[in-house]
RNA sequence: CCACCUGUGGUGAAAUGGAUAUCACAACGGUCUUCGGAACCGUUAUUCCAGGUUCGAGUCCUGGCGGGUGGACCA
C-alpha cells in the first residue's frame, strides 16, 4: 500500500470514528511550503459546511484522531488546512526501495495490458524535417516512453504523405531545374538539399499562378504511375527522402526498435491508404454519412455542430481526410490496439473533430479507441539562427548549432562527439518539454543554447555530478549504504525523491510530461543547493554513507525522469 | 462573420479550486585555495478588464478587450 492510501485511509477512519459521512473526495497534496508538512488535506474546510461547524474546530477534531505508524506529526494551519509530517524511517524505507528498484522505479502498472500505437513526427518526403517535426517527435516520443513506463505495450508508427500536391510540385521543381541526376554521386546531404530546393522552386511557382495545370497534371500521373521518367524521378527522391530522416531521428535520440534498428516499429504512407479510404467514403456514400456536394464526397460536420469536409474531391481523388479512415484500418490490421494516439500539431485540431465524428460511423469501435493530441506549434524569434536550406528552419541546422553551441560552451575541453549530440539533443527536448505541450513554444534558439537554469543539459551535468561524488566515494572505500545516522534530521532532497511515482502518475493521466520536467528540476536544484551547503563526501563523517545512498537515489531518479523524457543521463561530462 | 485555443514579473514559463502565486532568464549584489563553477546565495519585479459561483478563484461561469489557429476539394 502506497502511503498516499495509509494516509487517505487512516482519514477515513477518523472520519468515521466522529461520525461524519461525506460524499467528498479526500485529496491529499503537498503543500507549497515543505515546512507546512509532507502532505495536507482540504477535507475538514470541504465538509465544514455540511456538518455545520467551524472549519478550523472540525480540522482540529480530525487532527486528533488520525493516527497511523507513519505520521510524525498532524497540525491544523490558516483556514482549516490539515498538515502531516511523516517520520524519519519512511524516508529511509522509500531511499531503499529507490535504490533497490533502480531503474524502475517510479514505473507503475496503470496501463498493464494495453496495447498502444502511437503515431508522430509525420514528415513529408520530398520536404524537409523541420523544427515542427521536431516538436512531434520529441513530444510523441516521450509520450510513448511514459506509456511504456506505466506498463502498456507501445508501438511506434510514423504516417508519410509520399503522395499529394507537394509531392507533384517538387517532382516540377526538379524537373524545370534539370534533373536529378547531377546530383546523384554525391553525398545524401547534398541530394537532400537539392530536393529541398526544387520543392520550394515548385511550390514558389505553383503559388504564383504559374504552371498550376501541369503540376496537377502530373500529380494524376504519379498517383496512377504511368510514366515511366516521373516514376524514376519519384522513387529516387521518396528514397532519399526517408534515408535522410532516419538519419535525423538517429541525431536526434530517438529510440531505435530492436528488429531493424529503425527508429519506428511501423511506417504507414498515404499512398498505401488513399484507396481503402475512398472506398470507405463511397461505401458510406451510400449509407447516408457522406453526401454529394459540388462534385465531390463530403461529410456534413454542420448536422453535428462542426464544419463540412472534403473527403473526395471533385477529380476522384482521396484527400487527406479520408486517407485517415484507410489508416485507422491499416493501423488495427497491423497491431490490433486497444488504443490509438495521433500526436500532431493544433492547427489541425478542429479538423481531426470532424475526422473522428465521421470515423465515428465508419469504424465505429476504432474511432472509440482513437484519441488526437494536439501539440503547440513553434514559434521562432527570427533572424538568430541560420537557415541554410530556406525559409524554415531544418532539424539538421537547428541540432548542428546547438552542437556548435556545446562545444564553444565546454572551452576547450575534449567533448566526444556522442556526448556534444547528447547535450545538443537534450537542450532542444528541454526546451519543448518544460512547458505544457498543448500551447505554443516561443523558441528562443540563445536561450535554448544557454545552458543555464532550468535546461535539459542542467539536469545531465546534475546526473554527472551525482556519479562523480559515488565514484570518490568509491576510492576512498566509502559505499552507500540507506541508513540514517543517529539523529539524522530528514533533508529537503529525501522529501523531493519519494514524490516520483506521483508525478509519474500525474503526468500519465493529464498526458503531461512537463510535469516531470519540472519535477526533475526541482529535484536537481534541491540536490544542488544541498551539495553547495555540505560536504557530502566526508571521509571522517559517519552520516557519508547515507549521503552517498542519497546521491545515488538522486542519480537514480534523475535517470529514469530523463529516460520518460527521451533524453540522454550520461554520467561525465 | 462563425468555431476552437489563448492572455501570469522586463522576457519565457509553472501552479489536481487552497495557505504568503513558483521557477528560470535578464538586471544588480555576493560566495570560490571545487566534493566537477555548465555551480551556489541574495535583491528588485507578476495573474488583461468587469461582473458572478464558492468557506476559498490565476484556475470554474457570463460579458468585454487583445493574440493565435481553423472554417470544402492542401495537410
Same mark, same amino acid.
Given at each position: ?107 507503475? +502498472? ?210 487527406? +481526410? ?29 479538423? &481531426? ?89 516561443? &523558441? ?130
Amino acid at each position: 500500500m502506497t502511503i498516499v492510501e495509509t494516509v487517505t485511509q487512516a482519514i477515513e477512519k477518523t472520519l468515521s470514528q466522529l461520525g461524519i459521512s461525506h460524499e467528498t473526495e479526500i485529496i491529499l497534496e503537498h503543500p507549497r511550503e515543505l515546512a507546512h508538512g509532507d502532505y495536507a488535506t482540504n477535507i475538514a474546510m470541504a465538509l465544514a459546511k455540511t456538518e455545520g461547524k467551524n472549519p478550523r474546530e472540525l480540522a482540529e477534531a480530525i487532527a486528533k484522531n488520525i493516527t497511523t505508524p507513519d505520521i510524525a506529526k498532524v497540525e491544523v494551519a490558516g483556514p482549516g488546512f490539515i498538515n502531516i509530517t511523516l517520520i524519519p524511517s519512511f524516508f529511509e524505507r522509500e531511499i531503499i526501495t529507490i535504490l533497490k528498484e533502480s531503474d524502475r522505479y517510479g514505473r507503475n +502498472e496503470i496501463l498493464q495490458g494495453e496495447k498502444i500505437i502511437t503515431e508522430f513526427t509525420d514528415p513529408n518526403p520530398f520536404k524537409l524535417l523541420h523544427i515542427g517535426h521536431v516538436m512531434s517527435n520529441t513530444i510523441g516520443e516521450s509520450l510513448s516512453r511514459l506509456f511504456e513506463f506505466s506498463g502498456a505495450e507501445v508501438k511506434w508508427s510514423n504516417y508519410q504523405g509520399d503522395v499529394g500536391m507537394h509531392v507533384a510540385k517538387a517532382i516540377w521543381g526538379i524537373m524545370d531545374l534539370g534533373g536529378y541526376e547531377p546530383v546523384l554521386n554525391q553525398s545524401l546531404y547534398e541530394q537532400v538539399t537539392f530536393l529541398g530546393k526544387a520543392y520550394a522552386h515548385g511550390a514558389t511557382t505553383y503559388k504564383d499562378n504559374m504552371h498550376v495545370n501541369d503540376m496537377q497534371q502530373l500529380n494524376k500521373k504519379i498517383y496512377e504511375r504511368t510514366d515511366d521518367t516521373i516514376n524514376a524521378i519519384y522513387d529516387w527522391g521518396r528514397q532519399v527522402s526517408l534515408d535522410y530522416f532516419e538519419v535525423q531521428y538517429k541525431r536526434l535520440g530517438t529510440r531505435h526498435n530492436t528488429t531493424d534498428n529503425k527508429a519506428f516499429d511501423y511506417y504507414f504512407f498515404e499512398s498505401q491508404v488513399g484507396n481503402l479510404g475512398k472506398e470507405k467514403a463511397i461505401e458510406n456514400l451510400n449509407r447516408g454519412v457522406f453526401e454529394e456536394s459540388e462534385g465531390a464526397i463530403i461529410f456534413p460536420g454542420e448536422k453535428h455542430g462542426l464544419h463540412n469536409r472534403v473527403f473526395v474531391n471533385s477529380l476522384g481523388l482521396p484527400t487527406y +481526410e479520408s486517407k485517415e479512415l484507410g489508416l485507422a484500418q491499416v493501423k488495427y490490421d497491423t497491431y490490433p490496439y486497444t488504443s490509438s494516439f495521433i500526436i500532431t500539431a493544433n492547427e489541425i485540431n478542429e479538423y &481531426f473533430k470532424v475526422l473522428l465524428k465521421a470515423m465515428s460511423f465508419v469504424f465505429p469501435e476504432l474511432a472509440e479507441k482513437t484519441t488526437h493530441i494536439g501539440h503547440g506549434m513553434m514559434k521562432l524569434i527570427t533572424g538568430k539562427m541560420s537557415s541554410r536550406t530556406g525559409d524554415v528552419i531544418s532539424a539538421e541546422d537547428l541540432l548542428g548549432d546547438l552542437e556548435t553551441m556545446a562545444i564553444e560552451r565546454a572551452e576547450g575541453k575534449e567533448l566526444s562527439p556522442e556526448l556534444v549530440s547528447q547535450i545538443a539533443v537534450a537542450a532542444v527536448k528541454f526546451a519543448i518539454l518544460k512547458q505544457d505541450t498543448s500551447k505554443d513554444i516561443i &523558441f528562443d534558439p540563445e536561450q535554448s543554447l544557454s545552458f543555464e537554469g532550468d535546461s535539459g543539459p542542467y539536469l545531465q551535468y546534475t546526473h554527472a555530478r551525482c556519479c562523480s561524488l559515488l565514484k570518490k566515494g568509491g576510492e576512498l572505500g566509502i559505499e552507500a549504504q540507506a541508513k540514517q545516522p543517529d539523529g539524522w534530521e530528514v533533508t529537503e532532497l529525501e522529501r523531493y525523491l519519494y514524490r516520483f511515482p506521483e508525478i509519474v502518475e500525474i503526468s500519465l493521466q493529464t498526458r503531461a510530461p512537463h510535469r516531470i520536467a519540472n519535477y526533475l528540476i526541482e529535484l536537481a536544484q534541491t540536490f544542488n543547493t544541498w551539495y553547495g551547503n555540505t560536504k557530502l563526501v566526508d571521509e571522517g563523517d559517519l552520516a557519508t554513507p547515507y549521503r552517498l545512498a542519497l546521491t545515488h537515489a538522486t542519480k537514480n531518479v534523475i535517470n529514469n525522469g530523463l529516460w520518460v523524457l527521451g533524453i540522454e543521463a550520461p554520467e561525465s561530462m
